[in-house]
């Protein structure tokens, strides 16, 4: 079974400054992906970033990115430029690649990291 | 908006009762996903739905039971309720095909938040 470790469960961020959240998961697959959600005070579950795992190149949305790291099975979030609207807990996921249509496709979540942004 | 829906957002109930959480998948999308979130045990997957078919159960407790309808909404129902049982359920739906090479997002809905007394 596959599992997700999140060793932060607090950061903090001053306003415009960048930080980066680690997770790192266990897996003998070799191929999957790697998602970023975030869970805002809301409870919404929003989806911030992903990585497929046989992609060398890692993901960027705009001021979020990911350092990728597979064979230390490393997964980091880092935001640069950080808004108060970045407060929020991080989780990360993981979820085996889907070979068939309807394929058992759970995600598995590491514990969270809630960030805080301040002035 | 992730454009999957869930009712009721709030729901308040005593111990041994039974309810029903509904949620509406993006238009399009044919798998649905049941999570639970809780305090001590996180965001805990428990049973996915594929066109109507279950297709994989996570740690789901006998007293929950799920169903996909041919509209393809879902619905969880749980039963003999317990206060351990009070938690936000998330339900998400992904389009559930390989089109996107296997990628598929996971969109979630706001949630119901159970409160048992």
């Known amino acids: 079974a596959q599992t997700v470790t999140q060793s932060q469960p607090e950061m903090s961020v001053q306003e415009a400054e960048t930080v980066t959240l680690s997770c790192t998961y266990d897996?003998?697959?070799?191929?999957?992906?790697l998602f970023w959600y975030k869970q805002p005070p809301s409870r919404q579950m929003i989806l911030v970033i992903r990585?497929?795992?046989?992609?060398?190149q890692n993901a960027t949305e705009n001021r979020f990115s990911v350092n990728f790291q597979k064979a230390a099975k490393s997964f980091s979030l880092k935001i640069s430029d950080s808004q108060l609207g970045d407060a929020a807990m991080y989780f990360c996921?993981?979820?085996?690649?889907?070979?068939?249509?309807?394929?058992?496709?759970?995600?598995?979540f590491g514990t969270g990291t809630r960030l805080q942004v301040t002035l | 908006d992730s454009g999957v829906t869930q009712t009721p957002k709030h729901l308040i109930t005593a111990t041994g009762q039974r309810v029903t959480l509904r949620c509406s998948p993006r238009?399009?999308?044919?798998?649905v996903y049941w999570y639970q979130q809780s305090l001590d045990q996180g965001l805990q997957f428990l049973i996915q739905?594929?066109?109507?078919?279950?297709?994989a159960k996570g740690n789901i407790l006998e007293r929950f039971s799920a169903q996909q309808f041919p509209d393809l909404h879902s619905e969880l129902n749980l039963s003999s309720l317990e206060l351990g049982d009070s938690a936000l359920y998330f339900c998400?739906?992904?389009?559930?095909?390989?089109?996107?090479?296997?990628?598929?997002?996971?969109?979630f809905g706001p949630g119901t938040r159970l409160l048992v007394l």
């Open positions: 998400a739906s992904s389009v559930g095909t390989t089109i996107a090479g296997g990628l598929e997002t996971q969109y």
């Open positions: 897996t003998s697959e070799s191929d999957y992906y």
């Open positions: 990585q497929e795992a046989y992609k060398q």
């Open positions: 996921a993981y979820r085996s690649r889907v070979m068939w249509a309807g394929t058992a496709s759970k995600l598995t």
């Open positions: 238009s399009g999308d044919l798998s």
């Open positions: 739905y594929y066109n109507g078919e279950e297709r």
